[in-house]
């Protein structure tokens, strides 16, 4: 499913969609879509509005229990931007099922509110949402849809890749996208079929995807991917990110599957790649 950059206070590996910086989770969703970085940008910018003083767990909750449709998304913003920040917010497992139920209340409601709310689930990996969170991957939202599989791979279950891996056939392109990221971050096996088909798409984020998830599932099939990725040629002056996001994850994939073949060509990368960040990833790729 290139994204703005921003650290989770989450521990531990998984996408991190939103929480850390956009480097880190580029590394674990590697190929964000393009839709979810306009997100991104909204949510720093209107972080620069939010408030000072972040509030308790439970005044957020009770905003969320607002008539007003704008203070309950305001407030499942606010939770997500101070997580996204770090910020220490106590949580015990009654908050979180009532967070929980907020999101499965909120089917009806403004869309923007499960958005965030499902990001707070995924930053927090709270595994009783998982059940939830499969369910609003068939939500009518396109958007939700996206958030929703955002987090069932940052809390890394597999309990949740059937819903990601049947959200591969759903007709919004970058929900495809975050389907494979999801799926990735799970290492969930039974998805290994859908994505070495995928590894014929026309569409390059998917392939590319595809390929470092099966890296990730230690599927040879991905290497030809890979390789295509790692000799993208860089733009003198390039426009974008595309060609940088596709090297990095390459090299992403070639740590989670070494391959000699590969190794050659980051070793070559590691000398006389311009661009500074793939040859600096290509370097740590060597020392490992």
Known sequence: MTETSSKSQNEGEGPLYAPETGWSLFIKLFIVPAAIVLVALGIFFLGTLALQHPKSAEQYLQELRSDNTTHRWQAAFELSRLLNQGE???MDSNLCSQLVQAFLDGKKDDPKIRQYLALVLGRLKEKTAIPALSEAVTDESPDVRVYSLWALGNIEDPTGGPAALSALSDPDMNVQLMAVGA??????GPAKDNLEKLLQSDNAPLRYDSAVALARLGDKLCLPVLLEMLELKTPDHPTDDKIQSAKLAAIEGYQAMPDPILMLKIRDLSKNESDL??????????KK
Not at 277 to 286: I, S
């Open 88 to 90: 220490k917010i106590e």
């Open 277 to 286: 960040k793939v040859r600096e990833a290509a370097l740590d790729a060597m």
């Open 183 to 188: 799926l990735s971050a799970m290492k969930y």
